[in-house]
């Protein structure tokens, strides 16, 4: 499985990087997802540790929170820093 | 077909994004691609209006020129600047 190609993994990815935790419906409202496609893609995020998935109850209802780990972050850097490169458009740190 | 879908494709965009024109052969060395895949990528492209091939003579050898159309340029750049944008990291122009 391809990470990167898929434009809806390197959003979500994206909208990570950025925030560390991020609700489920946040994510879903964000990138404007369905339920199904969204839980899909955290899926395969999850299984090769770009993501993980951290199920609480808040106010009596059950939330999922989801946070990018070291390797997702490192990934998606390394991603985004090597199209800026190729574009010639410099690096994020 | 979905043009972002493919790490591929947005790599050649990003090169051709810096750059303008590429020569085939370099765009082939540079992203590590063999002919085949190359081309077939590039067709993509083609057909969405993002780059035009060129053919030229070039001391006797018939070469690929890639350029990237304006509409390639503009869809590249949207697709960066969303991506940092989600990621809190700013745009390019």
């Known amino acids: ?10 959003k979500i990815l994206a909208t ?3 925030r560390e ?18 839980e899909h893609h955290l899926k395969i995020l999850e299984k090769v540790n770009y993501i993980e998935i951290i ?3 808040h106010k009596g209802k ?3 929170i989801i946070k990018i780990t070291d390797k ?3 990934s998606f850097r390394n991603y985004i820093n090597e199209l800026l ?3 010639k458009e410099g690096v994020i740190k």
Chains 1, 2 share one sequence.
């Open 55 to 57: 199920k609480i109850i």
């Open 85 to 87: 490169r190729l574009s």
């Open 16 to 18: 990570l990087y950025g």
């Open 62 to 64: 059950l939330k999922s």
């Open 72 to 74: 997702g972050k490192e």
């Open 21 to 38: 935790f991020c609700e489920f419906s946040y994510l879903k409202e964000k990138l404007n997802l369905t339920d199904g496609n969204l």
């Open 1 to 10: 499985m391809k990470i990167f190609n898929s434009e809806i993994r390197v």
